[in-house]
């Protein structure tokens, strides 16, 4: 009896956990805390680390605080993310708040922390104007209860490189390998030139490429090589090597080539895959409809060893996002946006067409042409999965006969697929 009564007390007390944002001063108690739900201990190895990364904005970190213990923590970071691009354009760009080290100590799980640490994130971004939040998922059935959806999806490939024909022949690109002092002139402005071509791709300010990319300390390796940085006129590749087990050959770890035009990333590819030494190509991310495979002689070489979501979004502001991206074709849909009493639900018009979108809340009593929930919109936002493919899984409704058809060209994203190479 004795013993029923103090664990409702214990309960009764975490239930009174404070959500609440993180003082300058704090942050290495918040980096510890962060640490603990990763399992990473507290302690100076922790710190150490803690140190690697970049603190989060001011007023953007949140601890849920259990009496002095902070037992919980979150950040959103200022990010942006291209949507789809009208033809023959760059893709527009939107705010996102990028939620970031999110963890409840094991101490305190499934007691509704997160789930009240992601109303304090959303809320916050939506006060400071922000449209869209996106997140990479530790596990993917976590996110859709808070309006989620999967934006990207991103494949590993394995490719041996003896296999790597092109059906028709690619000059290599003319690529100088720099040291990283040079690369950090050079590789920030042809990433940020190339992913006006891909929606889904997330920004990289300065600190993310020198905390990151750049700064490459050694126990981030591996056992592989520091970081190669092969850069060419119009895109680049950064990748490792691994000595093969023997020692006369290697693997390369390929973290991403990135290129202006597909002609200049074919010519990244030619030359990756024509290093002395080297037998296999290992990369990851890449999309899922990969530009490479096309160019293969022997397409099947290039085998797929993972699939997985990768950004996931949530829309805060419908009328803003579906009136900033690009649509190849015009269009009139009413779309129903069903959940729980938000701001981004409710029914909404969308007037879209190759020079400009408008999207509006609907009348009252306008009947909807499609009727879905946040996570199928911020999926069908960038046009990752056609509205066909969620109405047969049952996750979009046709209310009107041949608005599914009419929503697969309309949401359509455009020659590139959906892909997104940065976490955050
Ligand atoms: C994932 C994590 C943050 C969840 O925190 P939490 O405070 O336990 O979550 P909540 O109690 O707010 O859970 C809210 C809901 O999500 C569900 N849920 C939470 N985590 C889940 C998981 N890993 N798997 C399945 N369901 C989960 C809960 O069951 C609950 O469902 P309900 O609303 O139907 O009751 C926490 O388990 C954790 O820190 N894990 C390790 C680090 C990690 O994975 N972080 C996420 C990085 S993207």
């Known amino acids: 009896m004795r013993r029923a009564a103090t664990s409702a007390a214990h309960r009764l007390d975490r239930v009174s956990t404070e959500i609440r944002t993180v003082e300058a ?14 399992l990473v201990p507290p302690g100076p190895e922790a710190d150490e680390e803690g140190r690697r990364h970049d603190p989060p904005p001011p007023g953007r970190a949140w601890a849920a605080v259990d009496g002095e213990r902070f037992v919980g923590n979150c950040a959103t970071l200022q990010r942006t993310v291209t949507l789809p691009a009208a033809a023959g354009r760059d893709c527009p760009v939107a ?17 509704g922390i997160l789930s009240r640490m992601m109303g304090a994130m959303l809320q916050d971004a939506r006060d400071r104007g922000e449209p869209l939040a996106g997140l990479e998922a530790s596990e993917s ?16 490939r ?9 059906v028709s022949p690619v000059a290599p690109a003319d690529v100088r390998i720099v040291d990283p002092d040079e690369a950090s002139k050079t590789i920030p402005g042809l990433f940020a030139e190339s992913i006006r071509r891909v929606p889904g791709q997330v920004d990289r300010p300065e600190t993310v490429w020198e905390r990151y990319v750049f700064a ?30 023997g020692g006369d050959a290697a693997r390369l770890h390929l973290r991403e080539v990135c ?9 990244l590819w030619r030359f990756l895959l024509d290093v002395d030494l080297v037998e296999e190509i290992v990369a990851f991310p890449r999309p899922v409809l990969d530009p490479l495979a096309p160019r293969l002689a022997d397409p099947r070489r290039l085998r797929t060893t993972m699939l997985t979501d990768f950004l996931w979004l949530r829309v805060l502001d419908t009328a803003a996002v579906l009136g900033a991206r690009g649509y190849r ?9 069903d959940g729980p009493d938000d701001p981004a639900t409710g029914t909404w018009v969308l007037d879209a067409g190759p020079d400009g979108a408008s999207c509006t809340r609907a009348r009252r009593g306008t009947s909807a042409d499609l009727r879905l929930g946040l996570s199928e919109l911020a999926t069908l936002l960038l046009g990752t999965l056609p509205a066909s493919a969620l109405a047969s899984a049952g996750r979009v409704v046709e209310e009107r006969s041949g608005a599914i058809d009419e929503a697969d060209v309309l949401f359509r994203a455009g020659p590139v697929a959906p892909f997104d190479m940065t976490t955050f």
């Open 25 to 38: 001063g704090e942050l290495q108690l918040w980096g510890r805390s962060v640490g603990v739900a990763f």
């Open 329 to 337: 074709s015009a269009g009139r849909l009413v779309i129903a946006v």
């Open 216 to 245: 490459d300390p050694s126990d981030w390796r591996r056992g592989r090589s520091a970081n190669f940085y092969a850069v060419a006129p119009d895109g680049y590749a950064i990748y490792r090597s691994e000595d093969l087990p």
């Open 141 to 156: 059935v976590i996110y859709g209860r808070y309006g989620f959806g999967v934006a990207t999806f991103a494949a590993k």
């Open 158 to 166: 394995e490719i041996a490189t003896a296999r790597g024909a092109f």
């Open 259 to 267: 290129a202006a035009t597909p002609g200049a990333e074919a010519g």
């Open 95 to 111: 705010a996102m708040a990028a939620v970031t080290a999110v963890g409840v100590h094991p101490s305190h799980r499934r007691q």
